[in-house]
Nanobody, 129 residues
Framework: EVQLVESGGGLVQAGGSLRLSCVLS????????VGWFRQAPGKEREGISC????????YYADSVKDRFTISKDSAKSTVYLQMNSLKPEDTATYYC??????????????????????WGKGTQVTVSS
């Protein structure tokens, strides 16, 4: 069974940086499109950055573009999210996601959350002003 385990969340001041990590176990990492979603209290879960399994095409939501960077290390079965210039509105629980189907292959996982096969349990990011 595929499992996703996130780490790296925490409390940071506005303008600071954090790097989230997510390790995929239980299957072949490169067969999955991967990405990061977040959910703030009272808001819907949104896809913020995703990467396709085929050609590493990346997607960024407008709210994080030019501040966040997604990357992966296949040898470590790990996907990362480097978050810079953090803002209080980035405060949320961040979830790692993986899909072995078409959404993951085409790099549209962030825009088609119904296509997510597996979710991590989430890691909290809190940005103080």
């Amino acid at each position: 069974e595929v499992q996703l385990v996130e780490s790296g969340g925490g409390l940071v001041q506005a303008g600071g940086s954090l790097r989230l990590s997510c390790v995929l176990s239980g299957d072949t990492f490169d067969d999955y499109g991967v990405g990061w979603f977040r959910q703030a209290p009272g808001k819907e879960r949104e896809g913020i950055s995703c990467m396709s399994s085929t050609d590493a095409t990346t997607y960024y939501a407008d709210s994080v573009k030019d501040r966040f960077t997604i990357s992966k290390d296949s040898a470590k079965s790990t996907v990362y999210l480097q978050m810079n210039s953090l803002k209080p509105e980035d405060t949320a629980t961040y979830y790692c996601a993986a899909d072995g189907g078409p959404a993951g292959a085409m790099g549209v996982l962030c825009r088609v959350p119904a296509g997510v096969d597996y979710w991590g349990k989430g890691t909290q990011v809190t940005v103080s002003s």
